[in-house]
């Protein structure tokens, strides 16, 4: 006879969505289907059983394994797993036989423990230490002896009743009585006498390892919130939706206890990851936003092994005859295995990670769909000038391979023409009719259309770092002027501010991802952030940007054995990624081999459209800008990067003696207060002084002097150290 079950009723159920995760595919998975009617009108499908058919043996057989797993989730967490059974059973044989040394020294303790008590009993020491304390042992002492007189007399006739009473009960009923009697007070004072966790002497209990409970169940989760501390000693948990086991994990949803804050839960994973006794990589929280969740709502998943040390998924991009650069590129998988896309329009892509963490496979992914779209233009710089991305030298409009000078200029140049483009974009933008262009964006449309002249942009520039930090001037005729490095910062950051909406998109990798390297100016506008494994969590921030940290993301907690594993945030609201959580990502494995084939694939399609460009297909040289639009350039290129960084204490060095070269009259010599000079310019005493040392004017000896009839000594400064200072500069 055969029966038909669920296959498991925990198993099943929907996923539970959760905001935050990146867009999970759905439209291609495959599911059940539903019988189609032969004709007339649709009926709705009755609901669908996801089950498999299972002998009666069979089902007992599961019936009895779950009501044995269930048994055996009810044991201590210690006796769940093979490992720490061992272990423990091991511990619990050692202390066996410890047992007839350990025994006697326990009751030894008890009988020192009781003795002490009973002593404290008979002197009435806690009264007596009160009467001390008050001062009043003196007017209390009547009282306190007669209290100990009598509980000497008690202990007296107590241990002359017990004395006899044994007596009695060894001549009539024998010694065994006895015997029980003794063992049973010999067991009491080895309860009392025993170690216990923390006293001195107490070692580290063996066997003792913590380990997630096997079969988690409500309680066990309770507990581990309340000992990580995100919730209260007498709070509870709300299961939302019950707890569910499947083949990677354990995942339920949870409410916390009015007022307490998903977002605060988060922050504190690994402390609860620890309270639940797993590594925090194997804990996944993520907050249950919209019309479904609130503040107080958590979905919570823990697997049961390491999710990112499965093998690497290898990317769809490998096999794709081409690609649609408008929807968002298949990236990587989260830990759960719900697939991650990552828009490469109206934002850009800046990625970050200490060397060899999958930096340079990541940065490609994008850059391959750009290759098999056929409408993309792709510029490419590879500071590292390595062979990583050598096969796009086929269909790039523009490629730099390495970093030194000439390279650097040229990359200048073709930035120029790409910042002139984004101008001239806009201007046309702007001239289109509303129905062709209805936002002065790009559309689809637009940009497939070689008549436009505006495809889609990717502007990829791998280890940027060796082109931002190139300190050689950029006009050779002006040794001091701008630097070849600062020209790059500039064109980059007025590209990734207006470029987006003129279908420029920038992806940009670094492995030393700190504001040095980097300027904020340039970083503000890069909306899309990944950052796989870095060394702290202050490269972390630089990355993701300011208060990620504090909110629990921290690309320095991934491990360095997790390669193309990185936390992905979308920073700029202009794309589906969530701007708020970041979600761990799996990236997809494309290696170099399946990337060249892709960008033959891509340049085939290229040829076949007529958008075959640039370098790939032997125009090398630039144009050179009109020399009106370079003009207009300069200055939007300029304002869009704001000033030139410069150290704040040179600014404000010049500043305080300037201020002052105008307000000392000629005649004036000697000291003055420091108040009465920051009073004529303006400023406040304390920040003169400062700024005066600072600028390395002298103080006088003493620095504090009476002045101008004043009663107490005042903060002065030299007139003439100051006027030579002044000189000086
Ligand atoms: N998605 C992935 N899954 C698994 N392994 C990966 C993945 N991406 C990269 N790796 C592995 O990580 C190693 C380092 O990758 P990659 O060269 O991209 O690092 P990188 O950060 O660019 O290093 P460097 O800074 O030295 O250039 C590669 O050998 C690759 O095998």
Request: no cysteine; charged share 30%.
């Given at each position: 006879m055969t029966r038909a079950a669920r296959k498991d009723d925990d198993m099943?159920?929907?996923?539970?969505?959760?905001?935050?995760?990146?867009?999970?595919?759905?439209?291609?998975e495959p599911g059940p289907v539903a019988p189609v009617p032969a004709a007339g009108p649709v009926q709705p499908a009755e609901p669908v059983l996801d089950g498999e058919l299972i002998s009666e043996a069979e089902y007992r057989r599961s019936k009895a394994r779950r009501l044995a797993e269930s048994a055996m989730s009810k044991l201590p967490a210690k006796w769940q797993s093979p490992e720490t059974a061992k272990q423990a059973g091991a511990a619990l044989a050692g202390r066996a036989a410890l047992a007839p040394v350990r025994y006697p020294a326990a009751v030894g303790r008890g009988l020192v423990v009781s003795a002490r008590a009973w002593w404290a009993w008979v002197r009435v020491a806690d009264f007596y230490d009160a009467a001390r304390s008050s001062d009043s042992l003196a007017s209390r002492w009547q009282e306190i002896a007669v209290v100990r007189r009598r509980r000497g007399v008690i202990t007296l006739v107590a241990t002359c009743a017990t004395g006899l009473g044994g007596l009695v009960v060894d001549l009539t009923a024998g010694s065994v009585p006895l015997a029980v009697a003794g063992g049973a007070v010999s067991v009491a004072l080895a309860v009392a006498g025993r170690r216990k966790d923390g006293s001195p002497g107490r070692q580290a209990v063996l066997g003792g390892a913590r380990s997630l409970a096997m079969l988690l169940d409500g309680d066990n989760l309770v507990q581990a919130f309340r000992d990580a501390g995100v919730i209260g000693k007498a709070d509870r948990l709300y299961l939302v939706e019950r707890l569910r086991r499947d083949d990677t994990g354990f995942s339920l949803v949870v409410d916390l206890p009015a007022g307490r804050r998903a977002s605060d839960v988060i922050a504190k994973r690994e402390t609860l990851a620890s309270a639940l006794a797993v590594d925090e990589v194997r804990l996944i929280l993520e907050r249950v936003r919209g019309d479904k969740g609130h503040a107080g709502r958590l979905a919570v998943w823990i697997g049961?092994?390491?999710?990112?040390?499965a093998d690497p998924v290898p990317s769809p991009l490998a096999t794709?005859?081409?690609?649609?650069?408008?929807k968002p590129v298949p990236f990587g998988t989260t830990a759960r295995g719900a697939a991650v896309n990552l828009p490469v329009v109206w934002t850009s892509l800046l990625i970050g990670a200490i060397p060899r963490q999958g930096k340079t496979f990541v940065m490609r992914l994008p850059i391959t769909a750009a290759a098999l779209d056929p409408h993309v233009r792709l510029i490419i710089a590879d500071?590292?000038?390595?062979?990583?991305?050598?096969?796009f030298e086929q269909v790039a409009h523009r490629f730099i391979r390495g970093s030194r000078e000439s390279e650097a200029r040229r990359l200048i140049a073709v930035l120029e023409e790409c910042a002139a483009d984004v101008a001239d974009r806009f201007d046309r933008l702007s001239e289109m009719d509303d129905t062709l262009c209805p936002e002065s964006k790009v559309t689809p449309e637009i940009t497939r259309d070689p008549a436009h002249r505006m495809p889609l942009t990717v502007i990829g520039i791998d280890e940027i770092q060796n082109y931002l930090g190139l300190d050689m001037p950029?006009?050779?005729?002006?040794?001091?002027?701008?630097r070849v490095g600062q020209r790059i910062y500039e064109l980059l950051t007025f590209i990734a501010k207006t470029g987006p909406a003129a279908g420029y998109s920038l992806v940009l990798a670094t492995q030393r991802p700190d504001a040095k390297v980097i300027p904020d100016g340039l970083r503000g506008q890069l909306g899309t952030r990944f950052a796989l494994r870095v060394m702290n969590w202050q490269a972390s921030e630089t990355i993701m940007g300011a208060g990620t940290y504090k909110a629990g993301v921290d690309a320095s907690k991934l491990l360095s054995s997790h390669k193309g594993v990185g936390l992905l945030l979308g920073a700029d609201g202009e794309t589906e990624l969530s701007a708020g959580d970041a979600v761990v990502v799996r990236t997809h494995l494309l290696h170099i081999a399946a990337i060249r084939a892709a960008c033959e694939r891509g340049r085939a399609l290229r040829e076949q459209a007529g958008t075959l460009t640039g370098d790939a297909a032997g125009q090398n040289d630039l144009a050179a800008l009109d020399p009106t639009v370079a003009a207009r350039l300069a200055d939007e290129v300029t304002a869009t990067a704001g000033?030139?960084?410069?150290?704040a204490e040179l600014v404000e060095l010049p500043a305080a003696l300037a201020a002052l070269a105008d307000v000392l009259v000629d005649d004036e010599h000697g000291v003055v207060a420091v108040a009465e000079l920051a009073s004529r310019v303006g400023w406040s005493a304390k920040a003169l002084g400062e700024a005066l040392t600072r600028a390395g004017v002298p103080s006088p000896t003493p620095a504090r002097q009476r002045v101008n009839g004043s009663k107490n000594a005042v903060s002065v400064a030299d007139l003439d150290a100051i006027r030579v200072a002044i000189d000086g500069r």
């Open positions: 099943a159920g929907e996923l539970i969505p959760f905001p935050g995760a990146a867009t999970p595919a759905t439209a291609d049961h092994a390491d999710p990112y040390a794709a005859a081409s690609w649609d650069l408008w500071g590292k000038g390595g062979k990583d991305f050598r096969p950029l006009n050779e005729d002006e040794p001091k002027g701008k000033p030139e960084p410069v150290d």
